[in-house]
């Protein structure tokens, strides 16, 4: 059984900085894309970041170009979401997912919320 499960999030005040988590278990997933979501209340769920499990480039929303910085742990099975200068509209809830590049099964983590005060 495929899992995702994120933590990091928490309150911080703009300007500050928060490290998400996203540890990934029940399968192989060198050929997926792993990445981040967030969704804020009354809003659609919106692209984050992703990043290959394989390696390779790194995409990102432009709200948070030169902000956020994704990365892996292969041997730990983990993706990180660096997030600095947050802004309050950074504030949202955050999910992990993971993608097939081939199978295109998409899996979903339960979310870290990410709250960000001016």
């Known amino acids: 059984q495929v899992q995702l499960v994120e933590s990091g999030g928490g309150l911080v005040q703009a300007g500050g900085s928060l490290r998400l988590s996203c540890a990934a278990s029940g399968r192989t997933f060198s050929s997926y894309v792993m990445g981040w979501f967030r969704q804020a209340p009354g809003k659609e769920r919106e692209f984050v970041a992703a990043v290959r499990w394989s390696g390779g480039n790194s995409y990102y929303a432009d709200s948070v170009k030169g902000r956020f910085t994704i990365s892996r742990d292969n041997a730990k099975k983990k993706v990180y979401l660096q997030m600095n200068s947050l802004k309050p509209e950074d504030t949202a809830m955050y999910y992990c997912?993971?993608?097939?590049?081939?199978?295109?099964?998409?899996?979903w983590g339960q979310g870290t919320q990410v709250t960000v005060s001016s």
């Open positions: 997912y993971a993608l097939g590049d081939i199978s295109r099964d998409v899996y």
